[in-house]
């Protein structure tokens, strides 16, 4: 009977313990949302995951950007998709980047930034962009 | 006993889906971005060409700016009775690159007289004219190396030969007998900054050609002259 009372407590205190622990691991989630596209692009490519189950990573490839590129601008979506259980905000950093001026590349979010409250999967898309300049290489 | 290890395992496990939970969760992304630059070079026309001092003749094929150079001009009248001092046609190039460029030159010149009096590569004055680098995007501090001796009617670029009598653009290469073979006539260093290539602007050089009329053998006489330019 002791044992029995001790087996229940401890049953409900790991449950609730792992009730706390889900509600605090589904706070915030960044993934993909969906296949990218490119489009305008001479010689590039991207790389990304369709399923939104899928972490976000992507590999892009502008290709050639030089004038011999005569398309209009070299054009990237990527699909981000962004869950959280409270007010969230998305940021974004550059790294990596030598020798670039991070002023000829343009990114957007096409949705709203501004601090929401969303529960479940909420696709947002970004833009990336790069028109083709005569850029000294 | 046995509950009591049950319970473990049980708990066990809900540690697992616990652990698994949280290592699900993903709060960053990476977007990995590359692209390239080639070289490029480019020639265009840089506007209509201008043909002075011709007698007959008038040009089949004008440039137009920022199209593709195909000119086509008929000098007319070459022989004495033209008394023009030079026949001169000015045609106008439009060049751009984001790299180091070089444009040579190759010329073909083909008349139908047999002796030594017909028309000749010598015979056709040839030079590159002042080089201008202005406008917006354009790289107005690069330097350029004009090979040629400038406009061929120049007096200091030819005069009449005093033995033979026969006038003779005697510069180096002012004449289309030193293009024979493709050869370097224009170098320079890069020409546009990073600008989208709707940006119409460039290096302007005119290409001036030129003829003295003279007591030439009759014929007719054909002139083919290809300019390329390469970014080495």
């Known amino acids: 009977m ?16 792992g009730g706390l622990g889900n509600t605090f691991a589904q706070t915030f989630d960044i993934a993909s949302g969906g296949l990218p596209t490119i489009t305008g692009a001479v010689g590039g ?5 369709s399923s939104t189950n899928s972490n976000l990573s992507v590999t892009i490839n502008f290709g050639e950007v030089s004038p011999a590129n005569k398309n209009n601008i070299v054009k990237v979506i990527v699909p981000i998709a962004i869950r959280s259980t409270s007010p969230y905000k998305v940021t974004a950093v550059v790294t990596g980047a030598t020798n670039v001026n991070a002023k000829a590349r343009i990114f957007l979010l096409r949705s709203s ?19 083709p300049r005569s850029t000294t290489s | 006993m ?16 616990l ?14 971005m590359s692209g390239t630059v080639s070289k490029f070079v480019e020639i265009n026309s840089g506007g209509a060409v201008s043909l002075a001092g011709n007698s007959g003749g008038g040009i ?8 593709p150079l195909a000119v086509v001009v008929n000098l007319g009248e070459l022989g004495p009775s033209n008394t023009s001092s030079f026949v001169v046609a000015d045609v106008p190039l439009k060049l751009r690159s984001n790299a180091a460029y070089v444009m040579s030159m190759i010329a073909t010149v083909s008349s139908s007289g047999t002796t030594t009096n017909k028309i000749g590569a010598s015979d056709i004055g040839f030079g590159l004219g002042a080089v201008t680098r202005t406008g917006v ?8 190396t004009n090979t040629t001796a400038n406009d061929p009617t120049l007096v200091a670029n030819g005069s009449i030969n005093a033995t033979s009598g026969r006038y003779e653009f ?49 014929g007719t006489t054909t002139i083919a002259v290809t300019f390329t330019v390469t970014a080495p």
């Open chain 1, 2 to 17: 002791r044992t029995n009372a001790f087996s229940i407590s401890l049953l409900f205190g790991l449950l609730l313990f």
């Open chain 1, 45 to 49: 490519s991207v790389t990304g995951s």
């Open chain 1, 113 to 131: 930034t501004t601090i929401r409250r969303v529960c479940f999967s909420s696709p947002r898309t970004g833009a990336l962009l790069i028109p």
């Open chain 2, 2 to 17: 046995f509950k009591l290890t049950k319970f473990a395992a049980l708990a066990v496990l809900l540690g697992t889906f």
């Open chain 2, 19 to 32: 652990v698994a939970d949280i290592s699900a969760q993903s709060t960053s992304g990476t977007v990995n």
């Open chain 2, 60 to 67: 089949t094929a004008n440039g137009s700016v920022n199209n």
């Open chain 2, 137 to 144: 995007g354009v790289n107005s501090t690069g330097t350029d």
């Open chain 2, 170 to 218: 005697t510069a180096t290469r002012s004449n289309l007998s030193a293009f024979a073979a493709s050869t370097t006539a224009l170098s320079g260093s890069y020409i546009m900054n990073a600008v989208p290539r709707s940006n119409s602007n460039g290096l302007n050089v005119p290409a001036i050609f030129a003829v003295k009329p003279q007591f030439y053998e009759n």
